[in-house]
């Protein structure tokens, strides 16, 4: 009874002393005022969480800034203003930004970021990044990043390249673009290195340019499970609208004469080439292409064997190299340009390798004069090793024991491996008495080969394929160029002229 006396009394005592009921009722709904040392539980295994999977990323101490009035925010603006000025940075574009309220949250910003690898100037090249919550957007937005293949090393450096992320949503803006290049087979493990390369992807509507480049691509014959090696080779493709600068492009290299299907083809291998400028690099290389004497009909084929050319400083390099040839070799434009024609790799060919097989070929007695006429008929020669060349040459004079004016008539033996071709037939052609020349049983494929040792005879010799400009392939005198038989004619011509 007493008991029940004594807490009636404490009861009413705490109900009719406002400050004792106001203590008690805070104490209730917080356990952990009472002793300063203890944090919510759940505050603490969150800090955990990201300590134990980012141990760089801890939750910022202050997240949240105290109630203030107008006068007070004003200030407390001005301060934080202030401080960033006394750093360098400048804090002019973010006027009517709203900025944290309490400077020690803009310092833990400021110090995030430094963390990171930005330093001042790149801060003032976007400051905007400042009012970037560190709780709500930096921390999910790097473990998101790094979760995807992006290194922790090169987050700073991310930032840098696109400090727009800062603001994105990690489920809203940020996942989706990463399912989408996964949809168009990206290699998971080369998800990041795409960003690296062109972070503005994440920027990007799905449903807007990348998804109609992709298409445009595929309908002009674009493998669909080539894109996503295209993508990890050159993701800006991904950026470049179809209307104003793919379908143009597509459309110029159709007119000089390529086959669309290898057009799409070259696109597969070399899909950077939808990076050059029609009007300010590709068209200005073919007029100068065509003022250095090669002939309209031949462009389509030197652009398929070389698409770089158009995207080249070509003016520049065809001069020089012109120059180089007429000077040491005694080469004249117009052979110059049947020197491009069959093999237009030249114009970014190093000096001093090309004279490596020259000095090669004129210290073995071949006067100056036909090494030039080699190289016309042959230019592949100023591309070979020497190394390998020399132990044809050794072959050539001790085995085969033939002149040197054949190796001048057919300077292509030098391109052919030594091991895999060149010794086998030649082994063939003694096993059953054959004479012949080195065109004959070098210049066709495997399949021709045997048929000839069959036959026992020596057929007519005739010239190789030629491109026809908007055609096909043509290809004289005989029906066998490809050890498989099931290709087409522009593929042909594509595995024969394109090196990819």
Request: aromatic content about 10%.
């Amino acid at each position: 009874m007493s008991l029940t006396l004594l807490k009636g009394r404490k009861f009413l005592t705490v109900f009719t002393n406002p400050y004792v009921f106001y203590s008690k009722l805070k104490t209730l709904q917080n356990p952990f005022a009472q002793n300063s040392n203890l944090q919510s539980p759940f505050r603490v295994s969150q800090i955990s969480s990201f300590s134990t999977q980012f141990p760089e990323y801890q939750m910022p101490s202050v997240t949240w800034g105290v109630v203030q009035g107008k006068k007070e925010k004003l200030v407390n603006r001005v301060k934080i203003c202030d401080y960033l000025k006394s750093l360098g940075v400048i804090p002019d574009e973010l006027e009517n930004l709203e900025l944290p309220s309490t400077i020690e949250v803009m310092e833990e910003r400021v110090m995030f970021l430094q963390k990171l690898g930005l330093t001042i100037d790149d801060i003032n090249e976007y400051p905007l990044m400042l009012g970037c919550s560190m709780r709500k957007n930096m921390i999910p937005v790097f473990s998101y990043l790094e979760k995807i293949g992006i290194a922790k090393s090169k987050l700073g450096e991310f930032v840098k390249k696109y400090p727009q992320v800062l603001h994105a949503s990690v489920v809203v803006e940020l996942m989706p673009v990463v399912k989408f290049l996964r949809g168009l087979d990206v290699e998971k493990e080369d998800i990041g290195y795409v960003l690296m390369k062109y972070p503005e992807l994440l920027g990007f509507k799905l449903e807007g340019t990348m998804s109609t480049s992709v298409a445009y691509l595929v309908s002009i014959g674009v493998s669909p499970r080539d894109i996503g090696p295209m993508v990890t080779q050159y993701p800006y493709f991904l950026g470049t609208r179809v209307g104003t600068m793919i379908k143009p492009l597509v459309d110029y290299l159709v007119s000089l004469g390529l086959p669309i299907k290898i057009l799409a083809r070259m696109l597969e291998k070399r899909v950077y080439i939808l990076g050059y400028d029609l009007e300010e690099t590709v068209k200005p290389n073919v007029d100068c292409l065509i003022s250095f004497g090669i002939r309209r009909e031949k462009l389509a084929s030197v652009i398929a064997q070389y698409p770089q050319i158009i995207g080249l400083p070509l003016k520049a390099k065809m001069s020089s190299q012109l120059y180089f040839f007429n000077l040491k070799l005694k080469i004249d434009p117009d052979e110059f340009a049947q020197v491009v024609e069959k093999m237009p790799q030249v114009v970014s060919l190093n000096q001093h390798v090309i004279m490596k097989s020259v000095e090669f070929l004129l210290g073995r007695g071949i006067p100056s004069g036909d090494v030039a006429k080699m190289v016309v008929q042959c230019p592949q020669l100023i591309a070979c090793r020497v190394e390998l060349m020399k132990n044809s040459f050794y072959f050539f004079k001790s085995e085969m024991g033939r002149p040197v004016k054949e190796l001048i008539e057919f300077p292509e033996y030098f391109t052919y491996s030594l091991e895999s071709r060149i010794k086998p037939r030649y082994q063939s052609l003694q096993s059953k008495g054959i004479r012949c020349s080195m065109n004959w049983f070098l210049n066709c494929s495997d399949q021709r080969f045997e048929e000839r040792l069959l036959g026992n005879y020596i057929e007519s010799e005739s010239s190789g394929p030629s491109f026809c400009i908007g055609g096909k392939l043509v290809l004289p005198g005989s029906g066998v160029v490809s050890d498989e038989e099931d290709e087409s004619d522009d593929e042909v011509l594509y595995k024969r002229t394109v090196s990819l």
